[in-house]
């Protein structure tokens, strides 16, 4: 088993003037584990460790499936928390299924890892994604709506996922992901990411242009039609109440 020790240090807390993540450390950060156990769910037998570390005060979390130390292409998930998707089932995003599928995946493997982030609204928090979705309902799409309020088109940071990655000791992974940022920063941060697993789900009538936007204005990858010549055209419609995604 992972172990659960290493060096203490004290949390940091939260600085940062319009984000709730905190000030960035300097170095890279470091994660610990700080508790563990067994996890059966619905999708699999999973052990869960909780980590603390010295970037932000957020407890995160990683699901794990089989003998992951020293593993190399081992399938992972970073997965940003996203309560309105994940708890609720919002037909807004895509959160919910995304989380699923990938648990299910795992849960079926040899081995594999989900790690559970918690940066609620891509990194600016509940009530500021709630702010977003009410400019989304006058016709803003997502990046413009994170702009309006001051923030970036995406706050998240995989550098505590990276600290949490090299903790548990796997030599390298396949990540299950549509967006480059994350290969780009967790490669940056000294993760080897063996290949790409595309991770998409089927759009609905809620999540259409969110998706479209996701692609046409982020880069996301996608094959099955999430950024269609349809989709883009439609960010030049009138947006419906509720319609345009988080």
Do not use: W
Not at 174 to 193: F, H, R, W, Y
Not at 210 to 234: I, N, P, V
């Amino acid at each position: 088993m992972i172990s659960t020790q290493s060096m203490p240090f004290e949390l940091q807390g939260i600085h940062a003037a319009n984000s709730p993540r905190a000030a960035a450390a300097p170095g890279r950060p470091q994660a610990r584990i700080v508790a563990t156990a067994q996890l059966p769910t619905e999708f699999g037998h999973f052990r869960a460790y909780v980590f603390h570390n010295d970037r932000d005060a957020f407890e995160h979390v990683a699901l794990v499936q089989g003998e992951i130390e020293g593993a190399a292409d081992v399938p992972t998930r970073l997965h940003s928390e996203c309560l309105t998707g994940d708890a609720f089932g919002s037909l807004r995003c895509d959160c919910r299924g995304q989380l699923e599928s990938s648990l299910r995946l795992v849960g079926a493997a040899e081995r594999g890892i989900v790690l559970y982030l918690r940066q609620e609204g891509r990194g600016i928090g509940l009530a500021n994604k709630i702010r977003a979705y009410e400019l989304q309902e006058q016709g803003y799409d997502t990046v413009d709506a994170n702009l309006m309020l001051g923030f970036a088109a995406d706050e998240r940071d995989y550098a505590v996922a990276a600290a949490m990655l090299r903790t548990l000791g796997v030599a390298s992974v396949a990540l299950m992901t549509n967006n480059p940022d994350k290969i780009q920063q967790l490669s940056m941060a000294g993760i080897d990411v063996s290949r790409r697993l595309a991770h998409e789900m089927a759009p609905n009538a809620h999540n259409r242009f969110y998706l479209a936007t996701k692609a046409r204005r982020s880069g996301h990858l996608f094959a099955k039609g999430g950024a269609s010549e349809a989709d883009t055209q439609a960010s030049c419609m009138p947006a419906s109440a509720g319609g345009r995604g988080s």
